[in-house]
T-cell receptor, first 107, second 112 residues
Framework: GIQVEQSPPDLILQEGANSTLRCNFS?????LQWFHQNPWGQLINLFY???GTKQNGRLSATTVATERYSLLYISSSQTTDSGVYFC?????????FGTGTSLTVIP | DAGVTQSPTHLIKTRGQHVTLRCSPI?????VSWYQQVLGQGPQFIFQ???????GRGNFPDRFSARQFPNYSSELNVNALLLGDSALYLC???????????FGPGTRLTVL
């Protein structure tokens, strides 16, 4: 199956700092989503972004499908941004989640 | 509109037992997918159902089965439970097969 790797695996930021999370995938995909999993396990949909760039407040994402990667940008981080960030791809009849980036934002 | 709902919230079973987990999708969504998330790992895809038919299956043993009802709700069944089945089971719904997925809060299963 397809390999979905995220980097970095862990990230500690001071409140107010910016960060970039990366998602690499090993084969062509139909779509890509970014999720934030809060400490209670709830997966929150951030972006549905098979290609191009989207922005939502302090978050933005870019997917370059031809080069098989996606980036999630977090600006002016807040403590509520803490949690695990996953990218997930769909290959038609299979869904694959990445390895995740655990983000801790300290005040 | 209500989001994806799952029941029960928590469940404790013993090895060898059977379990049924339930999921109600967002109104108007016709696709339901199931995932298993073991502590410290990302979710693993188990099944996708769309229009009441199985459309995708992950690498899970035959002890795992599912179905989708005419109202698009879904059940995940696991037979002959093993300790390794302890996990958070997540359900996601979407309008179509490859559209944006929205996740429910999950069912936390503990097998003793």
């Amino acid at each position: 199956g397809i390999q979905v790797e995220q980097s970095p695996p862990d990230l500690i930021l001071q409140e107010g700092a910016n960060s970039t999370l990366r998602c690499n995938f090993s084969d062509s995909v139909n779509n890509l989503q970014w999720f934030h999993q809060n400490p209670w396990g709830q997966l929150i949909n951030l972006f549905y972004i098979p290609s191009g760039t989207k922005q939502n407040g302090r978050l933005s994402a870019t997917t370059v499908a031809t080069e098989r990667y996606s980036l999630l940008y977090i600006s002016s981080s807040q403590t509520t941004d803490s949690g695990v960030y996953f990218c997930a791809v769909n290959t038609g009849n299979q869904f694959y989640f990445g390895t995740g980036t655990s983000l801790t934002v300290i005040p | 509109d209500a989001g994806v709902t799952q029941s029960p919230t928590h469940l404790i079973k013993t090895r060898g037992q059977h379990v049924t987990l339930r999921c109600s999708p967002i109104s108007g969504h016709k696709s339901v997918s199931w995932y298993q998330q073991v502590l410290g790992q990302g979710p693993q895809f188990i099944f996708q159902y769309y229009e009441k038919e199985e459309r995708g299956r992950g690498n899970f043993p035959d002890r795992f089965s599912a179905r989708q009802f005419p109202n698009y709700s879904s059940e995940l069944n696991v037979n002959a439970l093993l300790l390794g089945d302890s996990a958070l089971y997540l359900c996601a719904s979407s309008s179509g097969r490859t559209d944006t997925q929205y996740f429910g809060p999950g069912t936390r299963l503990t097998v003793l």
